[in-house]
């Protein structure tokens, strides 16, 4: 009977574990969200003055070798800081995904000023690079460095690297909501309670912070005149299939491009950087329009959509150049230009049909928006996140059901073909999973058991579990059971498994396939 009124007092006693870290958060976010808008405004002023260095030298000519000599010494610089901190180099998404798993460590402040600096001056020089990678990984560093100088614990520093993430995501887009589901989804795989509430507070700080610089108006704000009849579903099936097949290309084409670089450019890594320097001159030249991460190009064709053979054009330009400006290693990111690339998908597809005299020309706008969503689904893997971030960016909810059934679609698809997500993709580029390491401090995996795998209905007496690893917890609904052989595994189980810090991503590469005892 004592025993029974201890515990009764222990469940009674407030827990506010959740308060600290949803404040916690908060003040992550709106620094995140601080950085991130000086970053993105400083990259929209630079395409600004780029703009009108173009134009100067179309007007005269002989400011063509200096502009030259700029962008050269750009890339040396930009170049430069990546051979210091490689970690700098691409999106910044696999970098903050590697280090969330643990296969990949870097020092906060070094990364945070380089990549700050770089992003500015590769993405504000017009190649076609997102903003939207190197944001979250500055609002993850901020996150770490925050963890850090507070002197956190090995779990809460992850979980301010996930929320500083979102917050980073966030101010870029101005959606706190899919910027949430993104870090859940794509980078930390894993919804735990605390993750997802402490980095939704983060995110929803950062959007205010942002919304300070820049306003309410959505990033996307695209007015459209109708809504999509059931009748024009059918359309949506194909649209996907589409986006699919497509997303699958670009897929390849991207993780091959490190390599094609590689055997075809006889130059350090390092200076790869000086082809899409030099290349984007005369792109800037003759369509200075199109430069940059994809922005203005949506809100234009969704505007004043071109002709078929003009979006063709587009495309393969933007295609290409935006494999070339990736492929490089230069700091900036491929979100941004996957959303460009599916508008410019989803009105080649419009346009078609409307010259077949299949659908009328009242929809095409629609068909721009849904296939953003449905190209990065298929790209990414994460369904939702991209439902969620186009309803966000466009400001309405009355595409919601015609994003849904393009995005499962198309997702569907590039799965069929053997596709995989993309950011893990170009993480397992980077990294490898760990050795098993038995040496320094602990810390705490948690792995989910989703429904339809292989532990489901087993004990967990069943399973070899790895060594230097202990199963210390399952996490089920809102409580904890503390494990032993007997205990049976269901659908929805959170493992609790500790580990020291080295070894957590070789435990998490191990958990997905552990072997069943022998008998």
Not at 247 to 275: A, S
Request: proline share 5%; with cysteine; glycine share 10%.
């Amino acid at each position: 009977m004592q025993w029974q009124g201890s515990l009764d007092n222990k469940k009674s006693s407030p827990d506010d574990t959740r308060l600290v870290s949803i404040i916690n958060g908060c003040l992550t976010g709106a620094l995140a969200g601080l950085v991130v808008s000086v970053f993105r405004l400083a990259i929209v002023q630079s395409l600004k003055l780029v703009t009108i260095v173009y134009d100067q030298i179309s007007h005269n000519w002989a400011i063509l070798p200096i502009w030259l000599l700029v962008m050269l010494g750009l890339a040396v610089v930009v170049g430069y800081l990546g051979k210091q901190f490689p970690e700098i180099k691409g999106s910044g998404i696999p970098q903050v995904e590697g280090q969330l798993s643990g296969n990949l460590e870097y020092p906060w402040w070094s990364i945070l000023w380089r990549k700050f600096i770089g992003g500015i001056l590769a993405i504000g020089s017009g190649l076609f690079l997102g903003r939207e990678g190197p944001s979250i990984q500055l609002g993850a560093t901020i996150g770490q460095g925050y963890a850090e100088l507070t002197h956190e614990s090995e779990v809460n520093r992850r979980v301010f690297i996930a929320s500083g993430a979102a917050a980073g995501l966030s101010a870029a887009f101005n959606a706190p909501i899919a910027s949430t589901l993104f870090v859940l989804e794509e980078v930390y795989h894993n919804f735990s309670p605390l993750i997802w509430t402490t980095a939704l507070a983060s995110a929803i700080a950062s959007n205010f912070v942002s919304t300070v610089f820049f306003g309410l108006t959505p990033v996307l704000h695209i007015v459209y005149t109708k809504t999509l009849p059931l009748t024009m579903y059918p359309h949506l099936l194909f649209l996907g299939i589409f986006l699919g097949v497509m997303g699958f290309v670009y897929q390849r084409v991207l993780l091959k491009m490190g390599d094609w670089y590689e055997y075809l450019i006889k130059l350090p890594k390092w200076l790869f950087g000086m082809v899409p320097f030099i290349l984007v001159i005369p792109i800037g030249l003759l369509v200075p329009n199109l430069l940059g991460g994809g922005n203005s190009i949506i809100l234009n064709i969704a505007g004043h959509t071109p002709g078929l053979l003009i979006l063709l054009g587009i495309f393969i330009l933007r295609f290409v150049f935006s494999m070339i400006s990736y492929g490089s290693g230069l700091p900036g990111g491929i979100f941004l230009p996957i959303l460009s690339l599916g508008a410019i998908l989803g009105a080649i597809y419009g346009q078609t049909m409307i010259w077949l005299g299949i659908f009328p020309a009242s929809y095409l706008t629609n068909f721009i928006i849904i296939a953003m969503a449905g190209y990065f689904a298929g790209i990414g893997k994460a369904p939702f996140t991209a439902i969620l971030l186009i309803t966000e960016m466009v400001g309405t909810l009355h595409h919601l059901m015609p994003l849904a059934v393009v995005s499962i679609t198309a997702y569907v698809v590039v799965d069929l073909l053997g596709g995989a997500p993309i950011y893990e993709s170009l993480l397992h580029k980077i990294v490898k999973p760990s050795v098993p390491n038995a040496r320094g401090k602990l810390d705490r995996v948690e792995f989910p058991v989703f429904a339809g795998s292989y532990m489901v209905g087993h004990q967990v007496r069943d399973f070899q579990w790895p060594q230097n690893s202990l199963l210390i917890a399952i996490r089920r609904g809102e409580r904890e059971v503390i494990p032993h052989g007997d205990t049976l595994l269901i659908a929805g189980d959170t493992l609790v498994v500790t580990t020291n810090h080295r070894n957590r991503g070789n435990l998490l590469h191990l958990l997905h396939q552990l072997p069943m005892q022998t008998k």
